[in-house]
């Protein structure tokens, strides 16, 4: 079994900055991509970053310039680095990867999510 677990959102001032963490865990093999999708109340859930087994990212157009999708392999955790935020980029944020096990069982996971409120 494996978990992905959000971290680092919370409230934030319109032109602030937050990093957000997923931290996976379980009997992980290797992660292949990871992304970052958001949801905000009414919205449909939105790709908003992903990155590659081999560091190749992409991002949507609305976030491109402002944030910064990363990871360390050697402790399976994948990073958004937020900057310039607006109040349109307030969702709950969802950590999702794909993941190959150590009995070679590979599968898609999510993340329960992380609020982002940018508001003053």
């Known amino acids: 079994q494996v978990q992905l677990v959000e971290s680092g959102g919370g409230l934030v001032q319109p032109g602030g900055s937050l990093r957000l963490s997923c931290a996976a865990s379980?009997?992980?093999?290797?992660?292949?991509?990871m992304g970052w999708y958001r949801q905000a109340p009414g919205k449909e859930r939105e790709l908003v970053a992903r990155?590659?087994?081999?560091?190749?990212?992409y991002y949507a157009d609305s976030v491109k310039g402002r944030f910064t999708i990363s990871r360390d392999n050697a402790n399976n955790t994948g990073y958004l680095q937020m900057n310039s935020l607006k109040p349109e980029d307030t969702a709950v944020y969802l950590c999702?990867?794909?993941?190959?096990?150590?009995?070679?069982?590979?599968?898609?996971?999510w993340g329960k999510g992380t609020l982002v409120t940018v508001s003053s």
């Open positions: 990155i590659g087994s081999l560091g190749g990212t």
């Open positions: 999702n990867a794909y993941v190959v096990t150590i009995s070679l069982r590979g599968m898609d996971y």
């Open positions: 379980g009997s992980i093999l290797s992660i292949n991509t």
